[in-house]
């Protein structure tokens, strides 16, 4: 991976967590957020088991979301290095004219 792959790579892992984080401030206390998996109460454990599903499949997708960006970059910059530019210059005083 380049050094722009691993830009856009910790850009978009930088956006998941700190999305997820939000998530978590806010509506951690549904599922004992701060708490040891032994001290929560029945509700709290079935949010804990709803928002670990939810925080897997944002990240799986978040993930996935990332490897297309970085081919989406590579076939742009195989496409721009197929390209080659020649240019012929005429000089006039060469010609004559």
Same mark, same amino acid.
């Not at 297309?68 to 081919?71: H, L, P, Q, T, V």
């Given at each position: 991976?380049? &050094?722009?792959?691993d830009m856009l790579s910790k850009r978009f892992q930088t956006t998941m967590i700190g999305a997820l984080f939000q998530f978590?401030?806010?509506?951690? =206390?549904l599922w004992?957020?701060?708490? &040891?998996d032994e001290d929560l109460t029945e509700s709290e454990h079935n949010?804990?088991?709803?928002?670990? &599903?939810v925080r897997y499949r944002i990240l799986n997708n978040g993930n996935n979301q990332l490897r297309?960006?970085?081919?989406d970059l590579e076939q742009i910059k195989s496409r721009k290095d197929?390209?080659?530019?020649? =240019?012929?210059?005429?000089?006039?005083?060469e010609r004559g004219q």
């Open positions: 991976m380049d &050094d722009q792959q978590e401030e806010a509506f951690g =206390y004992g957020f701060d708490k &040891d949010f804990r088991l709803k928002w670990e &599903d297309s960006a970085i081919k197929h390209y080659h530019y020649n =240019y012929r210059f005429n000089n006039r005083s």
